[in-house]
């Protein structure tokens, strides 16, 4: 497709016009910088280039991957009522202490300013006792005056106490034992330009899907995985699990060890996430909410049954089973193999035996801010009996041929 006339091409045209009209007008002349039909043809040629300019930015303001800005903002709003997340706040936890025990009582309010040694300001989100006679440490929740992702700071950068606090101690000093998270600039054009492609395969409110979407619309949510809790038959508990992360998330599960007040810190995303969930969650589910990121995990199963049980469904609640520990394993727990055979153990019309769990061949272990999930298409079970096979792998259920 050709590219719209720039001001050169206006201008040729122009000159190219003038000359074809009147022989006795030379090229020199139209083209020398400051005569008179130098300035005619170029000013024409500019007011051109303007409403040219106009007409393109006009024009890719009505699609979804060439619009920008506020032109973006006004399309996914207008289509599909979506509107761009702004900036987060970022929140942490501070702990004040005083050298000499406080001589008396004193209230911490909400909204005392705080700051780092570069200026990053915060405030206090919750109002907390200092009792008398004690020297603290007294824990007390914060968040930054200003959004954004420069709002995050490391560990003991919070060191200043610059708002009033009455019937303070001299010596009442404070400090971030870990560091602050879930601060966010405002959504990218592609972010949002991303989240209004997959408004139509998730608008209708209730699915899994949805749910994500709705997650993924929290300012500071960057991943959002949901997974349907499953009874004993496979069937639909009436129970959602949501484990969403933020960027600060994403930081903390490669370590080994998470700060021990991260996680009610990040308690508070999950249940900013879980408010905003009203309009798609579906009426009579409970939707529960983690922080954490996501690690599938596939488990193979031997199967063998007692006499006269019915092999397809025992293999589907032995399936269930597995789905049911997996997926009700808090942020940070390991897949324990003795803990999965002891609920296979209790399946009736199976008959465990020490090789029934084929992979994994060992316990999987995770860092502490990762979640272990599975599905019924993850886990599949095949017949260690040559006699009993089970359904083949074409219907529904996901079941194995063995």
């Given at each position: 497709?050709?590219?719209?006339?720039?001001?050169?091409?206006?201008?040729?045209?122009?000159?190219?016009?003038?000359?074809?009209?009147?022989?006795k007008?030379?090229?020199?002349?139209?083209?020398?910088?400051?005569?008179?039909?130098?300035?005619?043809?170029?000013?024409?040629?500019?007011?051109?280039?303007?409403?040219?300019?106009?007409?393109?930015?006009?024009?890719?303001?009505?699609?979804?991957?060439?619009?920008?800005?506020v032109?973006?903002?006004r399309?996914?709003?207008?289509?599909y009522?979506?509107?761009r997340?702004?900036?987060?706040?970022?929140?942490?936890?501070?702990?004040?202490?005083?050298?000499?025990?406080?001589?008396?009582?004193?209230?911490?309010?909400?909204?005392?300013?705080?700051?780092?040694?570069?200026?990053i300001?915060?405030?206090?989100?919750?109002?907390?006792?200092?009792?008398?006679?004690?020297?603290?440490?007294?824990?007390?929740?914060?968040?930054?005056?200003?959004?954004?992702?420069?709002?995050?700071?490391?560990?003991?950068?919070?060191?200043?106490?610059?708002?009033?606090?009455?019937?303070?101690?001299?010596?009442?000093?404070?400090?971030?034992?870990?560091?602050?998270?879930?601060?966010?600039?405002?959504?990218?054009?592609?972010?949002?330009?991303?989240?209004?492609?997959?408004?139509?395969?998730?608008?209708?409110?209730?699915?899994?899907?949805?749910?994500?979407?709705?997650?993924?619309?929290?300012?500071?949510?960057?991943?959002?995985?949901?997974?349907?809790?499953?009874?004993?038959?496979?069937?639909?508990?009436?129970?959602?699990q949501?484990?969403?992360?933020?960027?600060?998330?994403?930081?903390?599960?490669?370590y080994?060890?998470?700060?021990?007040?991260?996680?009610?810190?990040?308690?508070?995303?999950?249940?900013?996430?879980f408010?905003?969930?009203?309009?798609?969650r579906?009426?009579?589910?409970?939707?529960?909410?983690?922080?954490?990121?996501?690690?599938?995990?596939?488990?193979?199963?031997?199967?063998?049954?007692?006499?006269?049980?019915d092999?397809?469904?025992v293999?589907?609640?032995?399936?269930?089973?597995?789905?049911?520990?997996?997926?009700?394993?808090?942020?940070?727990?390991?897949?324990?193999?003795?803990?999965?055979?002891?609920?296979?153990?209790?399946?009736?019309?199976?008959?465990?035996?020490?090789?029934?769990?084929?992979?994994?061949?060992?316990?999987?272990?995770?860092?502490?801010?990762?979640?272990?999930?599975?599905?019924?298409?993850?886990?599949?079970?095949?017949?260690a009996?040559?006699?009993?096979?089970?359904?083949?792998?074409s219907?529904?259920?996901?079941?194995?041929?063995?």
């Amino acid at each position: 497709m050709p590219d719209f006339p720039t001001w050169n091409d206006l201008f040729r045209i122009g000159r190219d016009e003038i000359l074809i009209r009147n022989a006795k007008v030379s090229r020199d002349a139209v083209e020398r910088d400051g005569a008179d039909a130098n300035i005619l043809v170029a000013a024409i040629a500019a007011v051109g280039d303007q409403v040219i300019g106009q007409l393109a930015a006009a024009e890719a303001a009505l699609y979804l991957d060439s619009a920008v800005g506020v032109a973006l903002d006004r399309l996914v709003f207008d289509r599909y009522g979506l509107v761009r997340k702004p900036a987060a706040a970022s929140l942490g936890t501070v702990q004040f202490r005083t050298t000499a025990g406080a001589p008396t009582t004193f209230t911490i309010p909400v909204g005392v300013r705080l700051q780092t040694s570069d200026g990053i300001q915060f405030v206090t989100s919750e109002a907390v006792i200092f009792t008398a006679a004690t020297t603290g440490p007294l824990a007390c929740g914060v968040r930054s005056v200003l959004a954004g992702g420069s709002q995050n700071v490391k560990v003991g950068r919070i060191t200043s106490i610059t708002g009033t606090i009455t019937s303070q101690p001299t010596d009442l000093v404070v400090s971030n034992p870990y560091a602050t998270a879930g601060g966010a600039d405002a959504e990218t054009d592609s972010s949002l330009r991303d989240r209004a492609r997959r408004y139509f395969t998730t608008v209708r409110r209730g699915t899994l899907g949805a749910l994500e979407e709705a997650a993924l619309g929290v300012a500071g949510v960057t991943k959002a995985s949901a997974f349907e809790v499953i009874d004993s038959l496979g069937r639909p508990a009436r129970l959602v699990q949501l484990v969403v992360a933020d960027a600060f998330t994403e930081q903390f599960v490669s370590y080994d060890t998470v700060p021990a007040r991260y996680p009610a810190q990040s308690q508070l995303l999950a249940t900013t996430v879980f408010n905003a969930l009203a309009d798609v969650r579906p009426a009579g589910i409970f939707v529960q909410v983690y922080v954490g990121n996501v690690v599938l995990q596939s488990v193979q199963l031997a199967l063998t049954f007692n006499a006269g049980a019915d092999s397809n469904t025992v293999a589907l609640n032995a399936r269930s089973a597995i789905v049911s520990y997996v997926n009700s394993l808090p942020p940070g727990s390991p897949f324990v193999l003795a803990n999965a055979n002891a609920v296979l153990r209790t399946v009736n019309g199976l008959a465990p035996s020490g090789n029934t769990i084929v992979t994994p061949i060992g316990n999987v272990a995770v860092k502490p801010l990762q979640v272990i999930r599975t599905s019924l298409g993850l886990v599949v079970a095949v017949a260690a009996q040559s006699d009993q096979p089970l359904a083949t792998g074409s219907n529904p259920d996901q079941f194995t041929l063995a």
